[in-house]
C-alpha cells in the first residue's frame, strides 16, 4: 500500500474520530502538535467547505459510504450554523454554532463562498438528496452580489462589494482562483454549459489582470483597481499558486477544448520550477519554496505542505499529458509530503517544515485535507498509484451518477 493510498483509506478515517466534536457538531480546525483536538475555538465556513469536498470527492473516487456519512454531517453543521440568512456563508461561529460577536467573524468572504460551492456541487453528485433544493442556485446569486460589475472580477467579501474597492485596498487572486475550481467542478459534474462559461470569465480575468506579462508568473496581490501593485506585496509569488493555477488552466482546456491557456500555464510552471524549488541537498530538497519575489529571488525559504501537494497534483496531470519527468516529480513529492510531513503518526500531520526537515508549525491544520485529497485522487486518476478502501458499498446504495 503506499502512503497516499493510505491516507484516502486509513489517514482520511483516523483524522476525522479524532477531529469531530461530538458533542457540539462540526469539526475542530485543528490537532495541536501531540496531536490532540482543541476545542473552544471559532469554528469557520473554511475548514467545514473543505472537508465536506474532501469527503465527498473521496467517497466519489473510492466508494467509501464512510466518508460520505460524514461529509452529511460535517454539511448539516454548516448548513444550519454557518449558512447567514441574508445569502451566502459566514466567515465563523462560536464552537457551539451560535453567531459570533465582532464584524469580523460575520464578514462573508469570497474565498469561502468558493470553497462552499465545490463542497456543494460535490456533495450533491455523491449524494442528491443531501443538498436541499435551491442550495448552489442561491448560493450563486449570492456570489454574484459580490462580483464588480465592470470587470466582472470578485470582491473580497461583502463589506467592499457594498462599498466597491476603495484606494489603499488590496484584491487576491486567490477567490479568483478557486472559484474558478468551483465551477469548473461544477461543470465537470453536471455538464451544465452555464458553469463552463462561467469558467471562461475567471480564466479572462487572470489573463487580463493577474500574470505578470514579464515573467508569465501570477501576482499574488493587485490595487483596488485592479492595476499592479507597488512595493513588496506586488511582487511576492508564491510557487504553490503558481502551481494551482497551471493545474486549473489544463483543467480548463481538458474541459473546454479551448489549449490557448496551455502556454500560461508552462509559462507560470517554468517560473516555478526555475527559481521555486529547493535545490541544496537537504531533507527538503525538491520541496517548492514558500514565497519568492518577481525577479525569482527567495523572500521565505521554508515549506508549507500545501505547495508539495499542489506541485505534485499538477505532475500527475503533466504525466498523463505525456510529460516524461512528471511521474518520478509525483512519486518524489508523495514521498516528501507522507515520509516528512506525515511522519509523527497516521492521525495527523505537520504543517511548516524548514528546509532540514526541522518542525517550525506543528499543528495539523484542518483545512489541508482538501490540499492532500486532490494531490491523492489525481496521481489514482493519473495510475500513477491506486485508492483500494477497505470498505466498498454495495451498487444499490452507491453514491448515484459515480464520477465524471
Given at each position: 500500500?503506499t502512503s497516499?493510498t493510505a491516507f484516502?483509506?486509513?489517514?482520511?478515517?483516523r483524522?476525522i474520530?479524532?477531529?469531530?466534536d461530538?458533542k457540539r457538531?462540526g469539526?475542530?480546525?485543528?490537532?495541536d502538535g501531540?496531536?490532540?483536538p482543541v476545542?473552544?475555538e471559532p469554528?469557520?465556513?473554511?475548514v467545514h467547505?473543505?472537508t465536506?469536498f474532501?469527503?465527498?470527492?473521496?467517497?466519489?473516487?473510492?466508494?467509501n459510504?464512510?466518508?460520505?456519512?460524514?461529509?452529511r454531517k460535517i454539511h448539516?453543521?454548516?448548513?444550519?450554523h454557518?449558512?447567514?440568512p441574508?445569502?451566502?456563508?459566514r466567515?465563523?461561529?462560536d464552537?457551539?454554532?451560535?453567531?459570533?460577536?465582532?464584524?469580523a467573524?460575520?464578514?462573508?468572504?469570497?474565498?469561502?463562498?468558493s470553497f462552499?460551492?465545490?463542497?456543494l456541487v460535490?456533495?450533491r453528485?455523491?449524494d442528491?438528496?443531501?443538498?436541499?433544493?435551491?442550495?448552489i442556485e442561491?448560493?450563486?446569486?449570492?456570489?454574484e452580489?459580490?462580483?464588480?460589475?465592470?470587470?466582472g472580477?470578485l470582491?473580497?467579501d461583502d463589506?467592499?462589494?457594498l462599498?466597491g474597492a476603495?484606494?489603499?485596498?488590496?484584491?487576491?487572486?486567490?477567490p479568483q482562483m478557486?472559484?474558478?475550481?468551483?465551477?469548473l467542478q461544477a461543470?465537470?459534474?453536471t455538464?451544465?454549459?452555464?458553469?463552463?462559461?462561467r469558467a471562461t470569465?475567471?480564466?479572462?480575468?487572470?489573463?487580463d489582470?493577474?500574470?505578470?506579462?514579464s515573467?508569465?508568473?501570477v501576482?499574488?496581490?493587485v490595487?483596488?483597481?485592479l492595476?499592479?501593485?507597488?512595493?513588496?506585496e506586488?511582487?511576492?509569488?508564491?510557487?504553490?499558486?503558481q502551481?494551482e493555477w497551471?493545474w486549473?488552466?489544463h483543467?480548463y482546456?481538458?474541459?473546454s477544448?479551448?489549449?490557448?491557456?496551455?502556454p500560461?500555464?508552462?509559462r507560470?510552471?517554468?517560473?516555478?520550477?526555475?527559481y521555486g524549488i529547493?535545490?541544496?541537498g537537504?531533507?527538503?530538497d525538491?520541496a517548492?519554496?514558500?514565497?519568492l519575489?518577481?525577479?525569482g529571488?527567495i523572500?521565505e525559504?521554508?515549506h508549507l505542505l500545501?505547495?508539495?501537494t499542489e506541485?505534485g497534483?499538477?505532475?500527475?496531470?503533466?504525466?498523463l499529458?505525456?510529460?516524461?519527468?512528471?511521474?518520478?516529480r509525483?512519486?518524489?513529492?508523495e514521498?516528501?509530503?507522507?515520509?516528512?510531513?506525515?511522519a509523527?503518526?497516521r492521525?495527523?500531520?505537520v504543517?511548516?517544515?524548514d528546509?532540514?526537515?526541522?518542525v517550525?508549525?506543528?499543528d495539523a491544520l484542518?483545512?489541508l485535507i482538501?490540499?492532500?485529497?486532490?494531490?491523492?485522487t489525481e496521481g489514482a486518476r493519473?495510475?500513477?498509484?491506486h485508492?483500494?478502501?477497505?470498505?466498498?458499498?454495495?451498487p444499490?446504495s452507491?453514491?448515484?451518477?459515480?464520477?465524471?
Amino acid at each position: 500500500m503506499t502512503s497516499a493510498t493510505a491516507f484516502a483509506t486509513d489517514i482520511v478515517p483516523r483524522w476525522i474520530a479524532m477531529a469531530a466534536d461530538h458533542k457540539r457538531g462540526g469539526l475542530v480546525e485543528r490537532l495541536d502538535g501531540e496531536g490532540r483536538p482543541v476545542f473552544g475555538e471559532p469554528k469557520t465556513t473554511l475548514v467545514h467547505a473543505r472537508t465536506v469536498f474532501s469527503l465527498a470527492h473521496l467517497c466519489l473516487a473510492t466508494g467509501n459510504s464512510t466518508l460520505l456519512d460524514s461529509a452529511r454531517k460535517i454539511h448539516a453543521f454548516m448548513d444550519t450554523h454557518l449558512r447567514h440568512p441574508e445569502g451566502g456563508y459566514r466567515y465563523a461561529v462560536d464552537p457551539d454554532g451560535s453567531p459570533r460577536e465582532g464584524s469580523a467573524s460575520r464578514v462573508r468572504r469570497t474565498y469561502d463562498q468558493s470553497f462552499v460551492l465545490l463542497a456543494l456541487v460535490t456533495l450533491r453528485k455523491a449524494d442528491p438528496q443531501a443538498v436541499a433544493e435551491g442550495r448552489i442556485e442561491e448560493l450563486w446569486r449570492f456570489i454574484e452580489s459580490l462580483t464588480e460589475p465592470a470587470t466582472g472580477a470578485l470582491y473580497e467579501d461583502d463589506q467592499m462589494a457594498l462599498k466597491g474597492a476603495q484606494a489603499g485596498d488590496r484584491r487576491a487572486q486567490n477567490p479568483q482562483m478557486h472559484m474558478l475550481e468551483a465551477v469548473l467542478q461544477a461543470y465537470e459534474l453536471t455538464r451544465e454549459v452555464v458553469w463552463l462559461e462561467r469558467a471562461t470569465r475567471y480564466v479572462s480575468l487572470l489573463q487580463d489582470y493577474f500574470i505578470d506579462r514579464s515573467t508569465g508568473s501570477v501576482r499574488e496581490l493587485v490595487s483596488h483597481d485592479l492595476s499592479p501593485l507597488e512595493g513588496a506585496e506586488g511582487l511576492r509569488r508564491e510557487p504553490g499558486h503558481q502551481y494551482e493555477w497551471a493545474w486549473l488552466l489544463h483543467r480548463y482546456a481538458d474541459l473546454s477544448g479551448d489549449d490557448h491557456v496551455r502556454p500560461l500555464a508552462d509559462r507560470m510552471t517554468v517560473f516555478a520550477d526555475t527559481y521555486g524549488i529547493r535545490r541544496t541537498g537537504d531533507p527538503l530538497d525538491g520541496a517548492p519554496f514558500d514565497a519568492l519575489a518577481a525577479d525569482g529571488s527567495i523572500i521565505e525559504d521554508t515549506h508549507l505542505l500545501w505547495p508539495l501537494t499542489e506541485a505534485g497534483k499538477l505532475a500527475c496531470m503533466l504525466h498523463l499529458r505525456g510529460d516524461a519527468r512528471a511521474a518520478a516529480r509525483a512519486r518524489k513529492w508523495e514521498r516528501l509530503i507522507f515520509s516528512r510531513f506525515f511522519a509523527c503518526d497516521r492521525t495527523r500531520w505537520v504543517n511548516q517544515l524548514d528546509g532540514r526537515g526541522g518542525v517550525i508549525w506543528p499543528d495539523a491544520l484542518s483545512r489541508l485535507i482538501y490540499h492532500v485529497a486532490l494531490f491523492v485522487t489525481e496521481g489514482a486518476r493519473t495510475g500513477l498509484w491506486h485508492i483500494q478502501p477497505k470498505l466498498r458499498i454495495s451498487p444499490s446504495s452507491s453514491p448515484q451518477g459515480g464520477t465524471d
